[in-house]
């Protein structure tokens, strides 16, 4: 019911409301239950692709698995719910553009693509009805995809992602920037990326909802970001504690019992700062510890096995199933104000009381 007191976010024919898209989480952090969730109350859920295809089927090459695993993982989120949900899709990944035909095959309802800009993405998809939503850190970045975009296919993006820098998993500012706290807010990054934005919406005629993301923790920062003219807010480090989100009861505690100073940031073999929760190995590797590893497959475009000190994927994989001594947790910088483990639904509901209440 409160639900409608929020405005819908509208992408094109897509109608999300409340108008908040639940962000994609890698390595097994959002997977079916959590992406359907989300949507089964009126939001965006989403998966993401990367590290599905760690394990499965050792007799396929680690494409085929990939590809096998996106497409079961997508066939499993449709049987939990019969509303859109979205595919999280990095462009640092060596098989992009394998996992993006997936998505699109399976006509699911947005790809979100950040890590890298996503400048290819329409040749992939053309004539489908899958929303394609770039996701960006500066109005540059929103500038040269909808001027690339248009040059080359001559669409726009559906949607933009701008995801600032209190944001987890990999950040789009420098490592210098996050550390000394530096970086620009949120807020003036979406007052520009507007500017950018709605210049080419009074060229083409098409809406492009910006969507801000980045630290964003009470319906109060929703109902924030919509006054200052976003259609609508990703968020992603919440939903980790719900009951639904997928990862170990020991990655849930990571967030549970860590401290502000705890959410530190790394450079991560991405090439990219990364945000993460302190523990014993984040200690190692930040000593340069070289932690032996074997790479089976190249997953990331940028990591050079050779020079890596770890494997970010094999390190996730195991905060994934519980082992804390051998990973890390990834986190935006809100994780230690969570303080329990709610249902999605709470979550939301809190979410849309605490944004009416903004009013
Ligand atoms: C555990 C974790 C994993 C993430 N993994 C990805 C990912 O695979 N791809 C991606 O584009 N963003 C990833 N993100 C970023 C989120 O999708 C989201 O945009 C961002 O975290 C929003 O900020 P918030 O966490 O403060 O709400 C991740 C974030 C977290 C917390």
Known sequence: MAAKKLP??????????????????????????????????????????????????????????????????????????????????????????????????????????????????????????????????????????????????????????????????????KFGEIVTSTFPALEDLLLNVLKVVKKFEAESNKKIPVIAAGGIFTGDDIARMLKLGASGVQMATRFVCTNECDVSQEYKDAYLNCKKDDIITILSPVGMPARVIRNKFVERIETGEKIKFKCPYRCLKTCDPYAANYCLAQALVNAYRGNMSEGFAMSGANAYRIDKIISVKELVNELIEGYITAQ
Not at 137 to 143: K, L, V, Y
Request: net charge negative; glycine share 10%.
């Open 8 to 173: 819908d976010l509208i992408i094109d024919d897509l109608i999300i409301n409340p108008p908040i898209i639940q962000g994609g989480m890698g390595v097994r952090v959002s997977t079916a239950p959590l992406a359907a969730a989300v949507s089964n109350e009126g939001a965006l859920g989403v998966i993401a692709s990367v590290g599905l295809g760690e394990e499965g089927r050792q007799d396929l090459s680690y494409e085929e698995r990939s590809k096998m695993a996106l497409r079961e993982m997508i066939q499993e989120t449709k049987k939990l719910t019969k509303k859109p949900f979205g595919v999280n899709i990095m462009c640092a990944l060596t098989n992009y553009d394998d996992l993006a035909k997936i998505a699109i095959e399976e006509e699911v309802g947005a790809i979100i693509s950040g890590a890298g800009l996503p400048l290819h993405l329409p040749s992939l998809a053309s004539g489908a009805k899958t929303k394609l939503i770039p996701i960006i850190s500066s109005d540059r970045a929103a500038e040269l995809i909808c001027k690339t975009w248009q040059r080359r296919y001559n669409r726009l993006p559906d949607a933009l992602v701008l995801e600032g820098a209190l944001a987890g998993g990999h950040i789009g500012f």
